[in-house]
């Protein structure tokens, strides 16, 4: 079992809808939960930071961390089509490696 | 630019031949981290270096996966005698600080095709 599931989807939404997308772990020494969004053949791009538990608010992504069910999920309101992408969450327990889930792929239709 | 950059963009090798892919961090970034992305797979860890020190190669998949960082700014990933198995995207992140969790910030990776 990996240390952090992530549903892969595909994951396919009208433009305008809300967005959820979540990830699990099993590690409790996770204190460090990040979100990155990837584009086809780019690197992953850092969409949001947070540290324990929570919610982060940046624009119309909503980063919420559940360190008790030990889950995590990120929020995209008013979606566009540029949303579309591969969604990733990634943590650390404060060491500095990243442990990645599997990715999400998303896709917004116009 | 202000980026993370990777070189080559793309690698394309035969079976046992050896490969080294370059990255230039963020100027001032002092740590340096490499990961390995296979194809519908999220990233995973190999290595990380603090300035010229590599502090942490529990990730790397065999004797065959070689890192350096000699004056603490680019870096180079060398894998001898390459197999098939290596065919995946290499990613290179670097961060600010030493001390503590900073954010990293990635590169857009060499993607490497071993025939």
């Known amino acids: 079992q990996k240390e952090v599931e992530q549903d892969p989807g595909p994951l396919s939404v009208p433009e305008g809808a809300i967005v959820s997308l979540n990830c699990t772990y099993s590690n409790s020494a996770f204190q460090y939960f990040m979100w990155y969004r990837q584009y086809s053949r780019k690197g992953p791009e850092l969409l949001m930071y947070?540290?324990?538990?929570g919610n982060k608010e940046d624009g119309r992504f909503t980063a919420q961390v559940d360190k008790s069910s030990k889950y995590i999920s990120l929020f995209i309101r008013d979606s566009q089509p540029s949303d579309s992408a591969t969604y990733l969450c990634a943590m650390s327990p404060g060491a500095q490696k990243l442990v990645f889930g599997q990715g999400t792929r998303l896709t917004i239709n116009p | 630019g202000a980026g993370v950059s990777q070189s080559p963009r793309y690698k394309v090798a035969k079976r046992g031949q050896d490969v080294a892919l370059r990255c230039d961090p963020i100027s001032g970034h002092v740590s340096l981290f490499w990961y390995q992305q296979a194809l519908g797979q999220g990233p995973e860890f190999l290595t990380y270096f603090q300035n010229e020190a590599q502090l942490d190669k529990s990730g790397l998949p065999s004797d065959r996966f070689f890192a350096e960082r000699p004056e603490g700014s680019v870096s180079t990933l060398k894998i001898q005698r390459t197999q098939q198995e290596d065919s995946a995207v290499y990613l290179c992140?670097?961060?600010?600080?030493?001390?503590?969790?900073?954010?990293?910030?990635f590169g857009d990776g060499t993607r490497l095709s071993i025939l």
């Open positions: 947070t540290y324990s538990s």
């Open positions: 992140a670097s961060s600010l600080g030493a001390g503590g969790h900073q954010p990293q910030h």
